[in-house]
């Protein structure tokens, strides 16, 4: 199949499935006799594999990573979990993260509902900003 049947296959840009080509994570295709890269069905496999692990929240980087471990033949499940782990504790503190920002911005929200004329904002008092237009 050619780049673009490739790319709606797996609803992905053209210029994604060049990239990922470019850094190595999908193989070259071969070349047709007329000139046009020819992507066999392994390569819908993979593209289908790397928009999963993104969609989990793999980097590219980790993907890479998850590629050369099921390649390896002495890899043992030990390895992928614990880079699934790994994982888990980034998502974790991004949640923690987020809440804290959530707690922050609630707490300054409940400041303009305690302020009762419609002079400077708390808000925007809390935040450091100056000026009035």
């Known amino acids: 199949m050619t780049i673009g049947q490739l790319a709606k296959t797996v609803n992905v840009n053209i210029q994604t499935v060049r990239y990922y080509e470019r850094i190595g994570l999908i193989d070259r295709p071969d070349i047709s006799e007329s000139g046009y890269r020819m992507y066999s069905e392994r390569a819908v496999d993979v593209l289908r594999f790397i928009r999963h692990a993104k969609d989990m929240g793999f980097s590219l980087?980790?993907?890479s990573e998850l590629f050369s471990l099921n390649n390896n033949e002495y890899n043992t499940c030990s390895n992928v979990k614990k880079l699934a782990e790994e994982k888990v504790y980034d998502i974790n503190k991004k949640?923690?993260?987020?809440?804290?920002?959530?707690?922050e911005i609630l707490s300054l929200i409940s400041l303009c509902e305690e302020k009762r004329d419609d002079s400077i904002c708390p808000?925007?008092?809390?935040l450091g900003f100056e000026g009035r237009r």
Request: proline share 0%; hydrophobic share 55%; no cysteine.
């Open 95 to 103: 949640i923690a993260s987020l809440d804290l920002m959530r707690k």
């Open 61 to 63: 980087k980790q993907i």
């Open 123 to 126: 808000i925007l008092d809390v």
